[in-house]
């Protein structure tokens, strides 16, 4: 079995934000804005995603003067490791709340 | 310039600067943060994230310093060693020379005495008890050697005053009278060295007769009492003292001389020096620093005058003045006898019987002389004081402490120089598994830690050399020529360099080591853990690998 990077709770909630929508590109900023993250916690961990080939790059051209962006989406084995991922919180959630008697 | 633009400047500025210290590996990741940065909304927004890019990459370019195996350590735009560059031939040029020039101070005498000298500091760091053994003298041992082989009573003498070793000492002098008792003085330079031992009284009563006129052995025998007593708790009062004590005093108050043995014990270091070709100077000066008379002389004759100017007042007291003016003279002779050597005790005692010579004088109405020995009184009292205020500045140890300090600081930065260089160039030689200069090309972090480690070799070399080579002249000029001046400061010298740098006295020697060793053994602990991280964290960089393959 490959080896898969350490699944810190903020990597989760990237992989959630990536799995919402498997085959669109994100730029960093955005995904910073919806999940909360500072630059210097979320790249580290886009930055490990990428190492483990979980996540795809490419650089965009924009207009005149700008710097080019960088921008995300998960490989086909990214999406199946969030995916499963997801699949083990939901199940975990489920099961917290049927032991808390349905609190959560 | 508004301050939302600055801010906005500022963040571009720090997001660049981290760019050009990032690893290789994370320049693509810095420059994706700066591509973001254009679409932050608002200055201080985007600044905040310059700030966390930024502390991400230079978080990076740390750990691959650390660890350069797992990631390159600098970008190879930025790299001030790359490869084939002006710089770096310059540097490993420049690194080359200086360990060539550091290696070439070796090939002086002088040098590689004053590197033994540096390394003195590190003797209590050794040894459990550092009191112990306070010079050290490497060569003692081959000279003892070839002392039993020639039987040879002056080098015999030579190694009994300065061997570390009690027993051997004492040995080692009856050995070389026994061959040549024109040395039989030996016996009172080692005696008063060690005090205490079987043989003192036997060797007390060969002095006295060896020196009839000299106070020297008195003065050992009244010490060997005093420390006989001591171990049998009696009492100190000098009316209780035993008879032979203070009969030994007497006899010592009634020499006319004393004689320490400093000229024969000088004549006897060169000839031996000069002999055996021996260019160690803690052998050449370390008497200097030893008590010339027993230690507990000051003390003994102070005492001892107490009685007798206690005596002679009693006399005085009952008109016998002629008897109480022999008991004051006799405690104003020993103490210009004594000189320096009977300290501040006999100091006071001078000043109180030239009081007591005046206040006789003035009875027997000889006004004149009162008067004289008011002026010797107040003298003697004035020469204490000032005695006192030299001991408490002690300004003509300054100097020699700081070149102390300078030899042992540069004789550590040399050892430690050292070791970097010889890391470096091992862990070049495995890394290329090769001693072929042409293929072995070291990395910047190597390069920069050689040139680093050989620069200050270079300077503490320097230094060093400079620093002791005013010492070793003194040195040289009493061996060959018997000039004697500024012994005193190469042993004041010597002193200090026996004490480790950090140690602020001799006496707190013993926690300094316990200290040192505690720091040795965290940095100990400290490097196994990064080769443990380091050695977990490689089989990660490899998996990725795989993973990318």
Redesign the interface.
Known sequence: MAKTPRMSPQTLVVLERFIEQPRVWRYGYDLSRETGLKSGTLYPILMRLARFHLLETKWVSTTDGVPPRHTYRLTPSGAELARSQSATRSVARIRRVALSGGKA | MSSGSFARRLATFLLTRAISFAPAD?I??G??????L???EGDWSAL??????A??LLKHALVASVFPGRNHPFSSSSNLFRKGGTVRKTVTYATTACIIASLLFLLAPVFRVAVHVSLAQWYPLWHVNPFDRLEPAPQLEALKRQAIQKRDGEAFAFVAVHTPDKSESVQLAEEAVRLNPGLTWVYGVVAVRWSFFPQVERWTSALQTFDPENALPHLIAAERIDIEQEHRKTSRNARDESAEWKNAMAAAFQSPKLETYSKQLEDLNRTVLLRYQINDPFLISTDQLYWRVPSYTASDSSRYSELLLGDGKSREDQGDRSSAFEHYSTVVRFAQTLGENGGFPMAKRLRDAFQRLGSLSEKEGNRQQAELYSILAETADSARKEQTLALRSGLHAEVSRWNALLARASGIALLLSATVVLLCVVSLVVRHRSLRIATLQPSGMTLAFSFAGGVTALFSSILLYISYRPYQEIAQRFIHTGDNTGLADLSRFLFYTQTPLGAVKYHSVERFSFYFWCVVAGLCALILMLSILRFLLRP?AR??NR??G
């Open positions: 994370t693509e990741w420059n994706a943060v700066l591509g973001e254009y679409q932050v905040f994230w310059a700030i966390g890019g502390s991400m990660n998996a990725a993973l990318a």
